[in-house]
C-alpha cells in the first residue's frame, strides 16, 4: 500500500486557488450552480482514506487532484487517473468504475459527489450520463505479433518479439497494465541463471524439477515443467541483463529465487516502459475478444474497446490473459467458498476464445490455496503470514474450528494445514494481548493495515469484515463467536498442558503458552486462492496444442494460462518465474516462426 501525494491534472488554463474555501466574490454561475473554487473531500478508498480536491469555475470542473491515498499502487492507484481524466472529459459524475478496482472508484466518486455539493452543483444534471453516438467505430490494425493481455507474461513476450525485430501490439482489457503479476512479491524462480551460478548456489533443472513434483504431488505436466526448469535461468539473465529487459532485481541474497525491486508492480513498470520505449503500440481498456481464424490458421484476433472494434491482423498471436480465478464457471465448485484474492481480470477469456481451436486444457481442477488468510474490508482476501508467525513466536495462538476445537499443526506444512481447515465450517485464530499484538505488529510492518484499522475492526466486533474481536474472557469471547460454552476455555487448557508436556497430538512444537489472564482476541481465518494451475495446454515452443495434441498454426500461450506446471499446488516463486520465462520463450518462439 502507498500513502502518497499522488497525482494533479489540470486542464490547460485551470484557474487554481490556494486555500479549500471558495472567495466569497468568487462567480456563481446559473446553470450550474456552482460557486468558482477549490473544495476538498475525503472518502474510504480500498486501502483507507482517499482524499481529493476539486477545483470548479462557473461552469466546469477545471482540476482534479488527489491530495492523499493508501490504495494499492498498481491497481487502485494506476486506476485513478483514469477515473479523474474521465470526469474531466465528460464533466459528469456518472462515469463508469474502473474494472478491477471498484471500491477506489466508488470511494472517488463518493468524495468527488462530496466536494461537489460543497461547490453548489446540481448533481442531478452531472449525474447524467453523457450519451454520444453509441456505434463503435470499427478499426483494422496490421501487425507481426499481436499479444493479447499486459501482465508479465505479455510484457516480457511483447519486449522479446520488438528485440528480434517484429511489430507488437498488446492488448490490455483493463485501464492498467500488470494483472496479477503486479499484485505479486516477484519472488522469481533463477535456477541456472549466471547470478546463481556465479553465487555458488547449489541448485539445477533436475533439482528444481525434483522439487516441483514432489510439491505437486507429481500432477504436474512433465513436458511443460521441462520447459521451465530448463529455460528459466537463461529467461532470468535476458530479465535482469542491460541488453535485455533491464529490470531490477536485489542480488544480495544467493538463492533459488531472487526479488524484484518494487515487488511485481515494480517489475510491470519497468517492462511496459521497456515495451513502449521499444516501439510497442500498447492498447489499454481493449479486450481481445475472438480468434481471427483462417483454414485453421490463426492470423489474428477481434477486439474491442468502450467505443472501438478492432480487427488485428498479426502473423502469430501470443494469450498471456493470465488465470481464471475470478470466473466462477470456471473455478470448480469446492473452492468458490473460499475466499478469492487474485486480480479482477483473471476470468480465463482465452479458455474461452481457444475454443474456436479445440484447445486442450490440463489440470484446470486445480487452484492455488493458500491458509492464513483474513478479508478485508473490500472482500477480497490479505495473506496474513507476516502476522501469523510472529504471534505463534512470541506467544499463545491457535486455531480452532466451528466448534471452538483446536483441529490442526498451525505451524505445519501449508498443504496439510489447507486439508485441516477445508474440513471446517469457521476457522478462527486465538490469541492473548501479546500474541494479538505481534499479529499485528507483522500486518502492519508489511503495511496490510494499520493500527486505525485495528482499532475500528475491533470496535465492529465480528459484524463486518475482517472478524477481529475482543473478550475481556475466553468464555466472552466463545459467546460473541457463538462458540459452544467453554470450548474455548478447554482449548487452552490442553493447549498449555500440551506446551508444559512438551507433546502435541497435531506434530507442532509447542513452545509458548497462552496467557491465564485476558483480554483474549480472535481473528476469523479464511483459506484464500489467487492464482489458477490449469489452463491452455503447450509445446515446447510455447505454441497452444488442441485436443489431438496438435500444433495450432499461428497460437502461442505464455503465463497463468498455461496449465499444468505445477500440479496441485504452486512452488514458491515459479508462477512468477514462468510468466518471465514463458513470456520471453514465447516472444522468441513466435518471432523465429514467423520469420
Ligand atoms: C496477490 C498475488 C500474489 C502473488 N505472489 C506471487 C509470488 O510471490 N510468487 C509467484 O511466483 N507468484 C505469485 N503470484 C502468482 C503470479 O503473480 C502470477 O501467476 C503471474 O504473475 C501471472 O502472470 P501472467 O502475465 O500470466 O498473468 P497476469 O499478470 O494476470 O496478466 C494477465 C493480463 O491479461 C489481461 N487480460 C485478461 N483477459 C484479457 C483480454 N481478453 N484482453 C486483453 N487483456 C486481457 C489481464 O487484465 C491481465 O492484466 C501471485 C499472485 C497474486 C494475485
Known sequence: MKKAKLLSLCLAGAMLFSGCAPKSDAPVDDKTGMTAGTYEATAKGFGGDLKISVTVDADKITAIDVLENSETEAIGGAALPTLVQEVLDSQSIAIDTVSGAT????????????????????????????????????????????????????????????????????????????????????????????????????????????????????????????????????????????????????????????????????????????????????????????????????????????????????KAVILATGGFGANDELVPAEYQEFVYAGAAGATGDAIEMTKAVDADLINMEFVNVQPNSIVMPSGLGQYCNPGVGGAYATSGAFLVNENGVRFANEQGKAYDLIQAMKQNKTNYLILDQASFDAFNKGMIGSAIYTEENVKEWLENNGSSNPVMVKGETLEDLAKTLNLPEGSLTAAAEKYNADVAAGTDEFGRKLTVEISNDGPYYAVQMWLRYYATLGGLHINDQMQVLNTKQEAVDGLFAAGEVVGGLEGDIYYGGSLFGWAMTSGRNAGVSASSMIK
Not at 470499427?138 to 493481455?149: A, F, P
Not at 525434483?210 to 528459466?232: C, K
Open 103 to 314: 471500491v477506489t472508484s466508488n470511494g472517488f466518486i463518493e468524495a468527488l459527489k462530496d466536494a461537489l455539493t460543497q461547490a453548489g452543483a446540481d448533481l442531478d444534471k452531472m449525474s447524467q450520463a453523457v450519451t454520444g453516438n453509441t456505434e463503435k467505430e470499427t478499426v483494422e490494425l496490421t501487425t507481426d505479433i499481436l499479444v493479447i493481455g499486459a501482465g508479465g507474461a505479455g510484457l516480457t513476450a511483447s519486449l522479446s518479439a520488438l528485440q528480434e525485430g517484429n511489430k507488437v501490439v498488446l492488448l490490455e482489457k483493463m485501464s492498467f497494465a500488470g494483472g496479477a503479476s503486479s499484485m505479486a512479491g516477484a519472488g522469481t524462480t533463477a535456477t541456472g541463471s549466471k547470478w546463481q551460478i556465479e553465487s555458488g548456489y547449489e541448485d539445477s533443472p533436475e533439482m528444481l524439477k525434483a522439487d516441483m513434483l514432489a510439491n505437486g504431488h507429481n500432477y504436474n505436466d512433465e513436458a511443460t515443467l521441462d520447459i521451465f526448469v530448463n529455460t528459466v535461468g537463461a529467461a532470468f539473465d535476458w530479465l535482469v541483463d542491460p541488453e535485455g529487459a533491464n529490470v531490477e532485481y536485489d542480488n544480495s541474497e544467493p538463492g533459488r529465487t531472487y526479488s524484484g525491486v518494487g515487488r511485481g508492480a515494480g517489475v510491470v513498470k519497468t517492462l511496459l516502459q521497456r515495451v513502449e520505449d521499444a516501439g510497442g503500440d500498447v492498447y489499454l481498456n481493449t479486450a481481445g475478444t475472438e480468434l481471427i481464424i483462417e483454414n485453421g490458421k490463426v492470423v489474428g484476433a477481434k477486439a474491442e474497446s468502450k467505443d472501438k472494434i478492432y480487427t488485428i491482423n498479426a
